[in-house]
């Protein structure tokens, strides 16, 4: 049976990404500074926040999985785009190589992570596709926060990206 692997999701996030990079350079670093929402949880005010979240998210997990102490961020401004997607592919750089050189029977072995104020013990595999989808969750909330203030993009469900293949096209009429 054919199974959806971390290449796979790899691959429909950054087509994602880049569908969001083109979106923001067209419509200007305005939606960026819209709010986040009155009910969130009061970690991000815009959304420009969480794009940042979104793509520091993967770096701490891979500083976490790689032994490294965790990096901070906030340097990186959440009202230019340019520097954000600048960030994210290098984050994403980051990850990809760690996953390309992550040793087969690594990948099942359980490690033990503090976050959050616990404690847990989880595998790199499990890991991986918490950040991939973490970013799809993200970017779905974003897309709702837009589209609540008028600002539509095309469609950007896995079903219409080029990942595993298949075609699809408008009907006229």
């Not at 997607?85 to 690594?106: A, S």
């Not at 099942?108 to 890991?127: E, G, H």
């Amino acid at each position: 049976m054919p199974v959806l692997t971390a290449d796979d999701l790899l691959q429909y996030t950054e087509w994602e990404r880049s569908k969001w990079q083109v979106w923001f350079q067209e419509h200007g670093a305005a939606p960026l500074k819209m709010s986040a929402g009155a009910h969130g949880d009061g970690r991000f005010q815009t959304v420009g926040e969480v794009v940042r979240h979104i793509f520091s998210g993967e770096r701490r997990y891979f500083e976490r999985l790689t032994d490294r102490a965790l990096s901070d961020p906030s340097t990186i401004r959440t009202d230019d785009i340019d520097a954000l997607f600048e960030f994210g592919r290098q984050c994403r750089k980051e990850f990809r190589e760690y996953i390309k050189t992550l040793p087969n029977q690594d990948w099942d072995a359980p490690k033990q992570f503090s976050f959050m104020n616990m404690t847990m013990k989880l595998t790199p595999r499990k890991i991986i596709f918490q950040v991939l989808l973490h970013e799809t969750r993200h970017w779905a909330q974003i897309a709702t926060i837009l589209r609540l203030q008028g600002l539509v993009g095309d469609p950007q469900d896995f079903l219409f990206s080029p990942v595993l293949g298949g075609e699809f096209s408008k009907e006229e009429g």
